[in-house]
């Protein structure tokens, strides 16, 4: 029987070698180790980008009130939202503008719908192009009205939100009476005027159909799902915007009463020509002793006040043309401006009367309450309450396309 093999027994490691496979080992840890720290790095960057393009950018703030954060989430929503509303709308308006364009024979109606629509293309394309800010502007409104309201102890009951919410989708839950319409008949000859005789009876006309409590939840509850979808709005976002409007609609009233019903104005008076010379001559004329009244009739190019005489009465700033404003409220009574030149030709202007605490006229309050609320959000805005944030980088990188209703 043969003999098995005797296994070799692997010679021993010199010192030499030894400390040569230490030493590999040692660059294979420190390889493996290098790597698995890039590995990490590498991953910790990607987390990061990602927590920092989907949770810290959205949340940090666009703008502050008072130190109140708007979330730049919030103003890529109603971004979102306005845009998709007002583009939409101007599609519409084009659709009719180029279906009354391609009429070969247009009426006057035509005519006159096709200089309304071109209008309103214009107006809404002109928003899109400023969209951005003026969102912002929005988005800083809503806050300052949430804070003044809250500031004089406006609420907006669930109740009001509701209501408000369903008028909003066709919803009355009271509805007007059927207004009865009188039936009638006529009696015409040949020789007579046609004499009308009411019936004795009264027949209430035909009413609109009503929207059903199930119609109106199902409509909601389809509008909620677009606007989650489309835009990122919750239900109770859906909600704010109209509890947006129903404060304004509250705080409104409050500021018209604080409008003071005083100003700085000034009673004045002036004559308009087309040029320089002209105004230069009128100039020469009254300073050779010559009535400003009989020359603004003769001479005056502007035909709302020469048979006045040039009188403008009383005004306050705003009213007026920037440049003709500014010389008119530097006068001092009685003297004569030199010849001031605006958009509507060369005027010269003299003040009559000065008064730091004028009563404003019925048309003048009307307006400065109509404006009431505009005039106070622009100058908060404008004051360092409102801090801003925005950048390009925050504007929305897609837009959906719908409006409200969808």
């Not at 101007?90 to 006159?112: H, R, V």
């Not at 989708?169 to 009638?184: I, M, Q, S, W």
């Not at 002209?278 to 003769?298: D, T, Y």
């Amino acid at each position: 029987m043969a003999k098995k093999a005797k296994r070799e027994q692997p010679a021993a490691m010199t010192r030499k070698q030894m400390a040569k496979s230490q030493k590999v080992r040692r660059r294979e840890r420190a390889t493996f180790i290098g790597i698995s720290i890039v590995a990490v790095l590498v991953v910790g960057v990607l987390i990061f980008g990602a927590i920092n393009e989907y949770v810290l950018k959205p949340e940090a703030p666009i703008a502050t009130v008072d130190g109140a954060k708007i979330s730049t989430k919030w103003y890529q929503k109603v971004w979102k939202y306005t845009q998709a509303n007002t583009s939409t709308t101007m599609q519409q308006y084009q659709d009719q503008l180029d279906t009354l364009n391609a009429k070969t024979e247009k009426t006057d109606t035509d005519q006159l719908f096709i200089q309304y629509y071109t209008q309103m293309v214009s107006q809404l394309r002109s928003q899109l192009m400023n969209i951005d800010l003026a969102v912002l502007d929005s988005v800083i409104d809503d806050e300052l009205v949430r804070q003044e309201a809250k500031k004089e102890g406006l609420v907006v009951t669930s109740e009001e939100l509701q209501a408000s919410i369903e008028q909003a989708f066709g919803l009355d839950r009271n509805p007007p009476e059927p207004t009865p319409t009188v039936a009638a008949t006529a009696t015409i000859t040949a020789t007579e005027p046609v004499t009308v005789t009411p019936a004795p009876t009264l027949t209430p006309g035909p009413t609109a159909t009503r929207m059903s409590e199930e119609q109106f939840q199902t409509t909601y509850q389809k509008q909620l799902d677009y606007m989650n979808k489309q835009f990122g709005f919750s239900a109770g976002e859906f909600r704010s915007l109209f509890e947006n409007d129903l404060l304004r609609n509250k705080l409104k009233p409050i500021l018209e009463e604080k409008v003071p019903t005083t100003a700085e104005q000034v009673h004045a008076r002036h004559i308009l020509v087309e040029t320089e010379d002209e105004a230069k001559k009128v100039l020469e004329r009254l300073n050779a002793g010559e009535s400003f009244e009989a020359l603004a009739k003769e001479l005056s190019k502007d035909e709302g006040n020469k048979e006045q005489g040039g009188d403008l009465g009383w005004f306050g700033k705003g009213a007026m043309v920037a440049e003709f404003e500014a010389v008119a409220f530097s006068l001092e009574p009685g003297k004569l401006s030199d010849p001031v030149q605006t958009e509507f030709g060369w005027h010269v202007v003299q003040v009559i009367e000065k008064d730091a605490n004028h009563p404003l006229d019925e048309d003048a309050l009307a307006q400065k309450k109509a404006s009431a609320l505009d005039d106070w959000l622009t100058s908060q805005k404008n004051t360092d309450r409102v801090k801003r944030y925005w950048s390009s980088d925050k504007i929305p990188r897609t837009s959906a396309s719908g409006t409200l209703g969808q």
